[in-house]
């Protein structure tokens, strides 16, 4: 590092800059932005700086630099364009007790001007020492686009706050206080104004005094499919209650807006920068919260104990004696099979039904493809579209019939549900051609309701004679 980053403090100090073009105009609208006073020294300075001037934004000296023009500027700016003129200006600065950078000219400068992402008084700073400003614009780029433009005036709140937020414990309570403000009930308020923001820091204050006596607990919630209307009525008051939610990637949008307003919301499926949490890292948020005494919501999709993974958060829950609870969810399976109107089970069919997935941890999964074979038997294969050709390969291999019914419910009970009826043998190619990008659920053996009664040429393993149930 050639470079140290520092804030440096210039309010009511000098900068000095000489030119007046176009170099000049864009480090002004920077140094503008700041509270030191600045003079320029130019001659014919461009309009804006002119106009800059007569507000009494800026001084305006219309010549060149001379010795002692830079007494007590704390920064300095070469922008002249003209590196003899340049060199000339910064040799006075120097002399003169300032510290000098010349435009475009990282070699002569004694400090570089970063990229800068603006949410005053938080200030992004970003330097690449010259080496690559393609990058450093393209991380800013970034950064705008990700830091919501509200960040300043909630910092700006929330440091009227600070005496306020000094009832709570020193250390952890405290900072949770402020995470709990800037990611959660802060962003999620100033749309409606500066009052509702101070109201919504009370109430995060009053709940955070509070939360001291309380202990942490950690209820495992099963979402449902997608439809809000189908979160069971402890989904909902788990969520309602909520201080902290950790969802997956599959919770729908409609369902995390349920969650109490000031809650902090924690997207543990992310993909966006980099790879998504790893599930030790989501066991140890889960429990940091928990312990910090929050009342944690894990949000898993359709029903918590259907390969979600649950076994690994529990036994880390339990290790640290802290209190759980499962809120059971309606599985994807249930939502699916009413989206084509049929039973998971049915007399003189399938006495049995089985959730597979199509895919663990090593690879393809291994099932029992000999039982699952015989007729009339039913399976709803869950994360089983990239493995649709190796599971028709098994079962055709152990003696299924290639007219078998499969169904593939997309998106089941969203708006975007779509439903793809097919059989064994013609899975692999109606998968390809249907191109699902939603969560999908394949029914072995299960066709929808219409096409079993559409489609008389394929015989079906549904004993019609034999229904009443
Ligand atoms: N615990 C979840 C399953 C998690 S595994 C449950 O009980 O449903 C993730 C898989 O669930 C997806 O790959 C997909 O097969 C299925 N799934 C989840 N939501 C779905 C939906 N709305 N429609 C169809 N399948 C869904």
Same mark, same amino acid.
């Given at each position: 590092m050639d470079h140290f980053p520092i804030f440096l403090r210039v309010e009511g100090r000098r900068i000095v800059l000489s030119g007046g073009g176009d170099a000049a105009l864009a480090k002004l !609208?920077?140094?503008?932005?700041? %509270?030191?006073?600045?003079?320029?020294?130019?001659?014919?300075?461009?309009?804006e700086i002119q106009a800059w001037a007569e507000e009494g934004k800026l001084r305006l000296v219309e010549r060149g630099m001379a010795p002692g023009d830079a007494l007590c500027a704390a920064l300095f700016y070469a922008?002249?364009?003209d590196d003899a003129e340049d060199a000339r200006t910064s040799a006075i600065a120097r002399a003169d007790g300032a510290l000098v950078n010349v435009v475009d000219n990282l070699e002569d400068s004694q400090f570089?001007?970063?990229?800068? =992402?603006d949410r005053d008084p938080v200030t992004v700073a970003i330097g690449t020492e010259g080496a690559a400003p393609v990058l450093a614009r393209a991380i800013k780029a970034d950064l705008e686009e990700r830091l919501p433009a509200a960040l300043g005036p909630l910092a700006r709140i929330g440091k009227t706050f600070r005496k306020a937020? @000094?009832?709570?414990?020193?250390? +952890?309570?405290? +900072? @949770?206080?402020?995470r709990d403000y800037y990611f959660g009930a802060g962003p999620k308020t100033i749309r409606n104004g500066e009052v509702a923001v101070q109201e919504a820091l009370d109430t995060l204050l009053a709940d955070h005094l509070d939360r001291k006596a309380r202990p942490g607990h950690v209820h495992f919630v099963g979402a449902g499919p997608g439809d809000p209307d189908l979160l069971t009525m402890k989904a909902r008051r788990a969520l309602d209650e909520a201080d902290v939610v950790i969802h997956d990637r599959l919770i729908s949008q409609p369902i995390l807006e349920l969650a109490r307003r000031e809650a902090i919301m924690i997207d543990a499926g992310k993909e966006g920068f980099g790879p998504s949490m790893s599930q030790t890292e989501i066991n140890a948020l889960i429990v940091h919260h928990a312990r910090s005494g929050a009342q944690v919501v894990r949000l898993k999709s359709g029903d918590a104990t259907v390969f979600g993974r649950l076994d690994e958060e529990i036994d880390a829950v339990s290790a640290e004696r802290i209190s759980w609870d499962i809120v059971p969810g309606i599985t994807s399976a249930s939502a699916a099979v009413a989206a084509i109107g049929q039973s998971l089970t049915? #007399?003189? +069919?399938?006495?049995? =039904?089985?959730?597979?997935t199509g895919h663990d941890m090593k690879g393809f999964a291994d099932h029992d493809w000999a039982a699952l074979a015989r007729p009339g038997e039913v399976a709803a294969i869950y994360m089983g579209k990239k493995s649709a050709r190796f599971i028709q390969g098994r079962l055709m291999m152990h003696g299924? @019939? #290639?007219?078998?019914?499969? %169904?593939?419910?997309?998106?089941?009970? #969203?708006?975007?549900? !779509?439903?793809?009826?097919?059989?064994? @043998?013609?899975?692999?190619?109606?998968?390809a051609a249907a191109e699902m990008t939603g969560p999908a659920l394949t029914f072995y053996g299960l066709a929808p309701r219409d096409a079993a009664q559409a489609r008389p040429d394929i015989d079906f393993p549904v004993p019609h004679a034999k229904e009443a149930f």
């Open positions: !609208r920077l140094l503008l932005k700041t %509270t030191a006073h600045i003079t320029v020294f130019a001659r014919g300075a461009a309009p922008a002249d364009e570089i001007t970063p990229a800068i =992402v937020a @000094d009832a709570l414990p020193f250390g +952890r309570a405290r +900072r @949770d206080f402020w049915k #007399r003189e +069919r399938n006495s049995s =039904v089985r959730f597979l299924a @019939d #290639r007219h078998t019914p499969v %169904t593939v419910v997309e998106n089941a009970s #969203r708006p975007e549900e !779509r439903i793809l009826a097919t059989t064994l @043998d013609a899975l692999p190619a109606a998968l």
